[in-house]
C-alpha cells in the first residue's frame, strides 16, 4: 500500500529535522535524510535540499513569493514561527521529579497550561503550513508518495527510532 504524503508532512519533516539535527546519530540519521527527500520530491530546491537550519543571510536561495519585499517578510514570519513553536513548553516540562509543593502546583494548572500550549502548537503549525505554501508556492493538495521519497534517497519503511529510547 502506498502511503500519500501532504504539505503538512514535508512541515513535520521540517520540524523534526531541526528538533534532531544534533540529536545521536539514530535519530538525526532518519530525521534529517526523510526531510531531505521529502524537500526534494516536493520540488522545494530541484534535487538539492534546503538545509533546515540555513542562517538568515542564506535567505535569497529559496524561490519565494513575487516581491522582495513579500519575500523577506513571509520568509522572516516562518522563521520566527518555527522558532515559537520550537520553544512553546510548559514550565513544568523540565522536571522528572519535583518537590511536593511543585506537584501541587502542577496538579493545580499543569493540565490548563498543557492545553493552552496544545491550542497554540495546533494554531503554530497551521500558520507554518500556510506560510510554507506561500513562500516555497505548495499547493495544499499536492501530494508526493512512498516511491517519490525512495526515489529521493529515503527509504520510508525505515522504522521511526523512538527519541525515548535515548535517554
Known amino acids: 500500500m502506498t502511503t500519500v504524503y501532504h504539505r503538512a508532512d514535508l512541515l513535520g519533516a521540517l520540524l523534526a529535522s531541526r528538533r534532531y539535527h544534533d540529536a545521536v546519530p539514530e535519530l538525526r540519521d532518519y530525521h534529517v535524510p526523510r526531510y531531505a527527500a521529502m524537500a526534494i520530491a516536493f520540488g522545494l530546491l530541484g534535487d538539492e535540499c534546503p ?29 520566527n514561527a518555527v522558532e515559537a513553536y520550537e520553544r512553546l513548553h510548559s514550565p513544568f516540562s523540565g522536571y522528572l521529579a519535583a518537590p511536593q509543593e511543585i506537584r501541587a502546583m502542577y496538579k493545580e494548572h499543569g493540565v490548563n497550561i498543557e492545553a493552552a500550549y ?45 527519541p525515548h529510547a535515548f535517554w
Not at 51 to 78: I, K, N, S, V
Request: proline share 9%.
Open 118 to 162: 496544545d491550542v497554540t502548537r495546533t494554531r503554530i503549525r497551521a500558520l507554518l503550513d500556510e506560510v510554507l505554501g506561500i513562500v516555497w508556492r505548495i499547493d495544499a493538495d499536492r501530494t508526493v508518495t512512498d516511491d517519490d521519497l525512495r526515489r529521493c534517497g529515503f527509504d520510508p519503511t525505515t522504522p521511526v527510532p523512538d
Open 51 to 79: 538545509d533546515p537550519l540555513l542562517p538568515p543571510t542564506a535567505r535569497d536561495r529559496f524561490p519565494l513569493a513575487e516581491t522582495a519585499y513579500t519575500d523577506r517578510a513571509m520568509y522572516g514570519l516562518f522563521e
